[in-house]
């Protein structure tokens, strides 16, 4: 367990160590998808229409859309945890638990309702839109100086975050799905900015990559398969 464990983190920070290089960024900013789905429109776009990072993931799952949205629904700190690399996000102290089963009283969730990336986080993600066994959006929109939202049709903040984070559902006519992770994120031009994007952002295209081999893993067992081991595709 304690040698899985530490191969777990030796990946997650080599990952991360490639992703710092311009050879390696633009390929896991659209690893796995396909250039149609790279270009394709989502719910949740609108919302940040100006990004100044992005990516757009994707996984082929042998699982139906019903089997996977119930993993995607649970995810949060706090909830079902996000099946990624657990112990580097715990060594920030995110106190994430990575659920191995589907949990009932997290099976609930609205627009409006809070997901969170830290328990001391101030601008958690709040779900924009939600379609059942379709898409799910969140977002976080916040002037960080006053620590409230804002409208897009005024002048922007002088500080401020505007994220938008979309799981899209697309099921296969021959019977697998596609899940689509997108990410589309906006801030204000500060140093501080820079240096926080400039290093977390890479990191949390690694993060989001293991994400979605851990929803894979879970989904494709619960929908009667067997637990899939890392492909080609999961490279």
Same mark, same amino acid.
Request: proline letters at 6%; aromatic letters at 10%; charged letters at 25%.
């Given at each position: 367990?304690?040698?899985s464990k530490l191969k777990n983190i030796g990946e997650g920070i080599a990952?991360?160590?490639?992703? !710092?290089?311009?050879?390696?960024?633009?390929?896991? #900013?659209? /690893?796995?998808?396909?250039?149609?789905?790279?270009? #394709?429109?989502?719910?949740?776009?609108? !919302?940040?229409?100006?990004?100044?990072?992005?990516?757009?993931?994707?996984?082929?799952?042998?699982?139906?859309?019903?089997?996977?949205?119930?993993?995607?629904?649970?995810?949060?700190?706090?909830?079902?945890?996000?099946?990624?690399?657990?112990?580097?996000?715990?060594?920030?102290?995110?106190?994430?638990?990575?659920?191995?089963?589907?949990?009932?009283?997290?099976?609930? +969730?609205?627009?409006?309702?809070?997901? #969170?990336?830290?328990?001391?986080?101030?601008?958690?993600?709040?779900?924009?839109?939600?379609?059942?066994?379709?898409?799910?959006? !969140?977002?976080?929109?916040?002037? &960080?100086?006053?620590?409230? &939202?804002?409208? !897009?049709?005024?002048?922007?903040?002088?500080?401020?975050?505007?994220?938008? /984070?979309?799981?899209? +559902?697309?099921? +296969?006519?021959?019977?697998?799905?596609?899940?689509?992770?997108?990410?589309?994120?906006?801030?204000?031009?500060?140093?501080?900015?820079?240096?926080?994007f400039g290093v977390f952002g890479p990191i949390s295209l690694v993060m989001?990559?293991?994400?979605? +081999?851990?929803?894979?893993?879970?989904?494709?067992?619960?929908?009667?398969?067997?637990?899939?081991?890392?492909?080609?595709?999961?490279?």
């Amino acid at each position: 367990m304690a040698d899985s464990k530490l191969k777990n983190i030796g990946e997650g920070i080599a990952g991360a160590a490639a992703l !710092l290089t311009p050879f390696f960024r633009p390929w896991y #900013r659209k /690893w796995g998808a396909t250039d149609a789905e790279v270009h #394709r429109s989502l719910p949740g776009d609108d !919302l940040v229409p100006h990004p100044k990072g992005d990516y757009t993931h994707a996984i082929t799952i042998r699982a139906s859309a019903a089997d996977i949205w119930p993993w995607l629904v649970q995810m949060g700190q706090g909830r079902g945890g996000f099946y990624s690399y657990e112990l580097l996000e715990n060594l920030v102290g995110s106190d994430i638990h990575n659920a191995d089963r589907i949990i009932p009283e997290f099976q609930h +969730l609205e627009v409006g309702d809070s997901v #969170r990336m830290h328990p001391k986080s101030g601008y958690p993600y709040v779900v924009a839109a939600i379609e059942p066994g379709r898409a799910l959006v !969140l977002q976080t929109r916040v002037d &960080t100086q006053t620590g409230k &939202t804002f409208e !897009l049709t005024g002048t922007m903040p002088k500080r401020y975050l505007n994220f938008s /984070w979309v799981f899209f +559902l697309d099921e +296969l006519n021959e019977g697998p799905t596609r899940l689509v992770s997108r990410s589309r994120n906006d801030w204000n031009r500060s140093f501080k900015n820079a240096l926080v994007f400039g290093v977390f952002g890479p990191i949390s295209l690694v993060m989001d990559r293991k994400m979605l +081999l851990g929803i894979k893993q879970r989904a494709e067992p619960s929908a009667g398969g067997e637990r899939s081991p890392e492909r080609t595709e999961e490279v």
